[in-house]
């Protein structure tokens, strides 16, 4: 079995920062990659960024490039979200997920452990 536990969330203002944190126990902490997800209101869940655990490659959905950045601490198995000069858009429910092979890191359906959910919302 395997755990992954989000952390971090909050209310906070346009412009601010916040950073998220995504630990992982058990099997959860030997995939091939972690990924950010969000969920807002009335959406699908959708990719935001991703970091490979071998060779820490990352990856960022268009709309975060250059203010968020992904980021792995190998000895705690933990994976950070650094957000950056936030904006009402990046409201939503993060959550973190591991999948254990390789493959396109915005696949959704290739996820086998998830965290149950940190919100944020940011107040414009």
């Known amino acids: 079995q395997g755990q992954l536990v989000e952390s971090g969330g909050g209310l906070v203002q346009a412009g601010d920062s916040l950073r998220l944190s995504c630990t992982a126990s058990?099997?959860?902490?030997?995939?091939?990659?972690t990924t950010w997800f969000r969920q807002a209101p009335g959406k699908e869940r959708e990719f935001v960024a991703g970091i490979t655990w071998d060779d820490d490659l990352t990856y960022y959905e268009d709309s975060v490039k250059g203010r968020f950045t992904i980021s792995t601490d190998n000895a705690k198995n933990t994976v950070y979200l650094q957000m950056n000069n936030l904006k009402s858009e990046d409201t939503a429910v993060y959550y973190c997920?591991?999948?254990?092979?390789?493959?396109?890191?915005?696949?959704?359906?290739?996820?086998?452990?998830w965290g149950r959910g940190t919100q944020v919302t940011v107040s414009s």
């Open positions: 997920g591991t999948r254990l092979t390789y493959g396109n890191l915005s696949n959704i359906a290739r996820y086998q452990y």
């Open positions: 058990g099997r959860a902490n030997i995939g091939y990659a």
